[in-house]
Each structure stands twice: as structure tokens, then as C-alpha cells.
């Protein structure tokens, strides 16, 4: 028995030996018979009408243990770009084995494996935006059936499975045309198994390389397990990752009509980690470019599905949720925004964040969104023609502006600084609101804040409504303002050229002192406010009603017609420095020692418009009793300024009799009825200058005639008797006596 299973072992053994001697015989007789130039003469121009650009390749060299040697295989550049091959390889490697023997056999051609080592590949984007590659796809054909000569091209596809293609140490460039840049990508390793030309089975590719920018080395990777049926033109993505730090993104599902308009059906996943993500992947200038001390943490989820042709976007239906979960941003390592986390789902023409918490600068906030009647259409086409439906609500015990406003106001460097300053002074800041604002936007929504704090300033509740439909806007705010109340109310119409607009706005007794003291808590160095703390009180108010036309300069400012009136009430100035100044500059004693004590007022109003590019101060009054003559000081004003023209003012100091007694001709030219000592000051600037000196002189001159002319009648009742030369004589050295009394106070 023992004997009989040793002699069945022999035979199958030498059976095995047979067909191995056999198998390696024919694989030899395969390498050196096979018709390798007309194998690879073939290949390349499949692949040439495949791909539409020219694919040649040098030699091919076969040897039973070495397997085949490529040299020289190239893909050409497209049309209108440069010399220098879109894809080139000196030298790839061709294994075949004994399954390349018996696929030969049955008119199939199974390829071990294929590698390359050092290729280059090149791709251009011209100028136009057209890539060197855009057209390695064919033209779409009626109701996407391909052409008879496409089919012929198919019948005519070689079947070749390739069971493995490797490259190693590749080089990847990209060059923009328009901009002249380059990146460039080196160490690109590729493994890419199971590929059919024809059959469609399934493969995988593992991808491996570095990506360079600003001296920033950054790993990328990705895996993708595939079926690629270029006869169906169609790609199937069974799972797919792709990975750099701090970031993943992962694609499933299919895209079909490859030669065509594409169609896609896909699922898509993303996640990133904020904390390490600019550490990981920005570049210097970035870095550079952001605020001092800032900082992400936190992580985002983004998961949608796509399904439709990519050229009919408004076509495509689209579902996708966006996940944060304990997103901050911090600003010099101040905490400014903390544990963001919320759900925004997106569809077709329709989205909802229900709820979104965080903590802006230590107070918990509230967001509260739903838009909806849009479409991707309107989104990309057109502004006027964008539609929306918008409704919001913020919610907050203490919104703190302070972390929106310093990050979106971020320090612009000198050169875009001055653009953006050269842009505003070109358009008026806004370039074209009626176009700017769509006719189917529509925007409601509400702010409210039991508080309202920016850098340190805090103020009482705040509430904002505002709402937007057929291009015209409605806003209301109130604030509650250091003791007192603000509100605006404004209207637009943008559907005119030049849109309309009008507004209200108010302030009703606020307190001076508290808001010194709310500035100097937020601005501890502030020289200038130390300065009023405690020396300046009062309460403030005013109203604004306007309206205009147009946004752009000078189209509003000669367009504006506003009315406004402005009150102080029981202020104080206490002995500030500006008074000294003042009183050292005034050449008239009593009036300077008033200004250097303190100065108590009980009323302080004002009336003013603008009209015409005219502003006019029709009155202004300052006394320090409850009425204009109710204590010892009042101080009246006058006048107006044409923008950007002349000015002309008029000044109108009166004190009481107790403080600023006058005697003689002083009482005679300047004592109004009440015996008030008062000072009639009129200035001019601008063009009519010289015809303002000559209107001062005149008012100098009247007034010293004024005196003159009092003081004749009275010496000519007392000496009548003494004749006329007398008289004369006397009048023209009080005459001259009043003209020197004006040369001292006003000069010439």
C-alpha cells in the first residue's frame, strides 16, 4: 500500500514538473513570439482616441525573467498649451507571468503589473479657464447614446485587465497661465490594483504623497475601492477617504455619462478638527494675516447627497447637514466665541438651523434661522434675479458685539487699506444698491439683548426689527443709553435709481457723566476722558428726521434734507483745561475770569438743517439759568456753512449786570435793554472773505457813531449857550474817544 501511494506522488510530480517545464516554455515561446511593437503600436492609439491627445511610446524591450520594458511613453499637451508633455515616463516596467500566458490563449491580455518610476505629469490651466486635460472626455452625443464610429471604437478596445499599477517618486506640477504661478507636488506614490479597460471590475488605488506650499510640507493621502467601466462611461465610487491633518473627506456612490454631461449620484462626508487645522494645513502668509492670538477649536461634520447633472444645476436635488460641535475662536487669548454647537440642514429650497448655542465673550447666545422659496439657480444666476425668504431670531442676556466686530474688522494690510479707502472715495462706499438688493429677497428678523456691550462699554436692553420684501426695507432698533433712551427708524426703497430713503432717530436723556464713566472703565488710559471725569455732567437728547436720494457722493449729500434739534440739560463744566485756554485767549478780563471758574448751565439747545448742501444753525442758546435769563450767562450763536464753501457765524455772548458791570460808553454800545453786557461777534471764511472784513468794519463804525451821537445830543443841551464851534469841537473829540474804545476791543 505504502508502495503504491509513493509511485502516485512520483507521477503527479512529474505531472507538475511536465506542465511547469511546459508553462515556462510557452510563457518564454509568449515574450519572444508575441509582436510586441504591434501590441504597443495598438495600445497607443486606442488610447490616443481614447483620450484625444496623442499617446506614443518609444520601445518595448521583453525578456523572460525581466518581463517588458516601456521607454519612453507620452502623453501630449492639448492644443494651444505648451511643448512639454501633459504625462512622461522614460522608463516603466511590464510584468507578465504565467497568467498572462493562458490570457493570451484566450484573447485576453492579464497584466501582472505595470510600474513607473519618477514620471512627470503636468498639468495647465490657460487663461480662458480651460485645463489641458478638459477635453480627454468626448463630445455628448443625441439622447446620450454614443456614435457609430464610438461604438467601432469600442468594439475595437483591446481587453486588458491590469492587475497592478504602481508609481513611485512621482512628480505632479500645476501652472496657471493666466497668473504665471506653479505648486507642485513631489514623492507621489501610487498603487492601483485590478483596472480593466473593458470589463469594469473592481480596483483600488492608495495614494500617497506631500504637498509643498510656502515651504509648508503637508501628507495627503487617499484610498478608494472603484469600478470604472470606460465601455459604460461610467464610475462607481464603493468608498473612497481622503486625508490630510486635521481633515478627512469621504465620497460614495457614482457618476455615469463620463464622455458627456455627467450625472451624479453621490454621498459625501467631511470632518475637520478646528484646533489643529491652521496649525496643519495653513500656510505662512495666512498665519501671518490673522489677528493676534487666534485660535479654532472645536470640530465640524458635513454630510450631503447629491444627485443630478452637473449642467442643470437648479435640476439637482440636494440634501446636507452641517454639524458643529464646541466650535471657539479666541482673539489675543481672550475668550470670544465658546462651545458653538448646532445643526444647519440644508435641501433643494429649503434650510433650518433650529437652534444654535454658543457663548460670545462669556454670555450665552441664540441663533434661530429658516430660509426657504429658493433654488441653486437663483443662488448662482444673477442678483436681481435671486429669490430667498428669510426669517431669524438672536437672542442673548448680553450680546457682545466685540468679537464679531474685531474679527470682521481685522487689520487690512497698507496696500489693501488704501484700496479699499480709494474705492469708497470713488463710489461712496456703495457701488449700485438698486442692483445689489434682488427683487425677491426677502429678509425678516429680530434682535434682542437684555444688554449690549462692545469693548467694554455695556448699555441696557437692545431690540432690532428689521424686514425686507420687494426691494423696499423697514428697520426699527431701541436702546437703553446710560439712563436714557435711543431709537432709530428707517425706511428704503430700493427699486428706483437712486434709492429714497428716510429716517428718525433720537436720544432722550441720556447721562454725560455716566457715559464718560462707561468710556473710561473701557479705556482706562484715555487721557482726554481722565481729563472730564467728574468735571462734566448733564443730560443729553436730541432728534434727528431726514430724508434723501442716492448713496453716492455728492448725489447724497445734495439729495439729504435734514432737520434736527440737540438739548443739554442741567450741565456742568468744572474748571476744564479748555477753559483756561479760552479765557487766556479772550483779551477782555471779566469775560476770561467767568471762563476759569466753573460753569453752571441749566440749559443748553440747539436747531440745525441741512438742506441743499447747506447746513444752517438757526439757533443756539446756552444759559446757565433754567430759562435764557435765569442765572448769569447766556450765549447765543448763529449761522450757516455751505460744504466744502464759505462759512459765516455769528457769536452772541450776554452776561448779567452783577458780573460784567459796565459803565460810559461800554454800557452806552453794548448794554441790550435788561442792562446785559453784550458782545455782538460776526466771522467769516471762504470766498467772500474781503466783503465780510468790510461788513465787520461797518458794524464798528456804526457803533461808535451809536456813542458818538448819544453823547452830542447831551452836550448840546448843557451847552447851548457856548456856540457852535464849542459844540463841534466837543462832538469830534468824543467821536474820536469811541473810535479808539473799539480799536482797543476789536482792533482795525
Known amino acids: 500500500m ?116 519618477n514620471p512627470k505629469v503636468l498639468i495647465e490651466k490657460s487663461a480662458s479657464g480651460t485645463f489641458n486635460f478638459s477635453d480627454m472626455s468626448s463630445a455628448p452625443t443625441q439622447a446620450g447614446k454614443p456614435t457609430a464610429k464610438a461604438e467601432a471604437s469600442s468594439a475595437k478596445a483591446p481587453d486588458i485587465l491590469i492587475a497592478s499599477f504602481k508609481v513611485s517618486g512621482g512628480d505632479f506640477s500645476y501652472r496657471d497661465l493666466r497668473t504665471g504661478s506653479l505648486t507642485a507636488i513631489h514623492g507621489l506614490d501610487l498603487d492601483l490594483t485590478g483596472i480593466s479597460l473593458q470589463a469594469g471590475g473592481k480596483s483600488r488605488l492608495v495614494l500617497k504623497f506631500n504637498a509643498e506650499t510656502e515651504g509648508k510640507k503637508i501628507p495627503v493621502s487617499l484610498l478608494a475601492d472603484f469600478s470604472l467601466d470606460l465601455g459604460a462611461k461610467k464610475l462607481v465610487l464603493h468608498a473612497s477617504k481622503l486625508g490630510v491633518p486635521s481633515l478627512s473627506v469621504g465620497v460614495v456612490g457614482s457618476v455615469s455619462d463620463l464622455s458627456g454631461d455627467p450625472a451624479m449620484d453621490l454621498n459625501l462626508d467631511a470632518e475637520a478638527n478646528l484646533g489643529t487645522l491652521v496649525a496643519d494645513l495653513a500656510p505662512p502668509s495666512v498665519v501671518k494675516g490673522l489677528p493676534a492670538g487666534f485660535k479654532t477649536e ?17 435640476a439637482m436635488s440636494f440634501d446636507a447637514r452641517l454639524e458643529l460641535d464646541k466650535v471657539g475662536i479666541k482673539v489675543a487669548d481672550v475668550p470670544a466665541i465658546e462651545g458653538m454647537t448646532g445643526e444647519l440642514k440644508i435641501g433643494p429650497n429649503k434650510a433650518s438651523l433650529p437652534g444654535l448655542t454658543l457663548t460670545m465673550a462669556g454670555s450665552p447666545l441664540t441663533i434661530k ?37 474685531d474679527f470682521a474688522m481685522a487689520p487690512d494690510s497698507p496696500a489693501v487699506a488704501k484700496a479699499k479707502a480709494a474705492e469708497i472715495l470713488r463710489t461712496g462706499g456703495v457701488k449700485d444698491l438698486r442692483s445689489a438688493v434682488p427683487k425677491g429677497l426677502s429678509v425678516e428678523g429680530e434682535i434682542k439683548a437684555d444688554a449690549l456691550q462692545y469693548q467694554g462699554i455695556l448699555t441696557g436692553k437692545f431690540r432690532n426689527k428689521i424686514r425686507l420684501a420687494g426691494q423696499k426695507l423697514q428697520s426699527s432698533s431701541d ?25 428718525q432717530a433720537g436720544l432722550d436723556k441720556m447721562r454725560l457723566e455716566k457715559f464718560v464713566d462707561a468710556g473710561l472703565s473701557a479705556a482706562p488710559d484715555s487721557k482726554a476722558l481722565a481729563q472730564i471725569k467728574d468735571k462734566v455732567s448733564g443730560i443729553l437728547g436730541f432728534r434727528l428726521d431726514g430724508r ?13 434734507d435734514l432737520k434736527g434739534h440737540f438739548q443739554m440739560l442741567d450741565g456742568v463744566l468744572k474748571k476744564l483745561d479748555i477753559q483756561e485756554k479760552l479765557a487766556v485767549s ?91 453786557a453784550t458782545y455782538n461777534y460776526i466771522g ?20 461808535a457813531k451809536k456813542v458818538a451821537q448819544k453823547q452830542i445830543e447831551q452836550v448840546k443841551q448843557k451847552v447851548q449857550q457856548e456856540g457852535q464851534k464849542v459844540l463841534q469841537e466837543k462832538g469830534k473829540v468824543i467821536e474820536t474817544q469811541g473810535k479808539e474804545l473799539l480799536k482797543n476791543l476789536f482792533g482795525n
Open 369 to 405: 434661522l429658516d430660509a426657504w422659496d429658493y433654488s441653486l439657480q437663483g443662488l448662482m444666476g444673477p442678483s436681481s434675479a435671486m429669490k430667498m425668504s428669510v426669517r431669524y431670531s438672536i437672542t442673548s442676556p448680553k450680546l457682545a458685539l466685540g468679537p464679531v466686530i
Open 586 to 676: 479772550i483779551p477782555h478780563p471779566p469775560t476770561a475770569e467767568i471762563l476759569r471758574k466753573d460753569i453752571h448751565f441749566g440749559q443748553m439747545f440747539a436747531d440745525f438743517t441741512l438742506k441743499n448742501e447747506k447746513f444752517v444753525l438757526s439757533n443756539f442758546v446756552l444759559s446757565s439759568g433754567k430759562d435764557h435769563r435765569g442765572g448769569d450767562l447766556m450765549l447765543q450763536a448763529s449761522g450757516q456753512m455751505q460744504l466744502g464753501g464759505a462759512l459765516a457765524f455769528r457769536v452772541i455772548p450776554r452776561f448779567n449786570p452783577r458780573l460784567v458791570k459796565l459803565e460810559g460808553l461800554l454800557q452806552d454800545a453794548f448794554a441790550d435793554e435788561a442792562g446785559w
Open 2 to 117: 505504502a508502495e503504491n501511494k509513493m509511485g502516485w506522488l512520483k507521477k503527479i510530480l512529474l505531472i507538475g514538473a511536465g506542465l511547469l517545464c511546459l508553462g515556462v516554455a510557452g510563457l518564454a515561446a509568449a515574450i519572444y513570439l508575441t509582436d510586441w511593437n504591434a501590441l504597443k503600436d495598438k495600445g497607443a492609439a486606442y488610447l490616443s482616441e481614447t483620450l484625444h491627445h496623442k499617446v506614443s511610446i518609444g520601445k518595448v524591450e521583453a525578456g523572460l525573467f525581466t518581463g517588458v520594458t516601456i521607454h519612453k511613453i507620452s502623453v501630449a499637451n492639448a492644443a494651444g498649451f505648451g511643448a512639454q508633455p501633459l504625462f512622461y515616463n522614460e522608463e516603466a516596467k511590464l510584468h507578465l507571468n504565467f497568467l498572462s500566458l493562458f490570457s493570451l490563449l484566450s484573447g485576453k491580455l492579464v497584466v501582472p503589473g505595470i510600474e513607473f518610476k
Open 684 to 703: 467769516y471764511a471762504g470766498p467772500d472773505l474781503d466783503h465780510a472784513k468790510s461788513d465787520f468794519k461797518a458794524g464798528a463804525v456804526n457803533a
Open 298 to 314: 472645536g470640530g465640524i461634520k458635513f454630510l450631503a447627497k447629491v444627485k443630478g447633472r452637473a449642467s442643470r444645476p437648479e
Open 548 to 560: 434723501g436720494r442716492g448713496y453716492k457722493k455728492p448725489a447724497l449729500t445734495r439729495n439729504m
Open 479 to 503: 436702546l437703553e443709553l446710560f439712563e436714557g433712551a435711543f431709537f432709530e427708524r428707517t425706511n428704503a426703497d430700493f427699486s428706483i435709481p437712486g434709492p429714497a430713503f428716510n429716517f
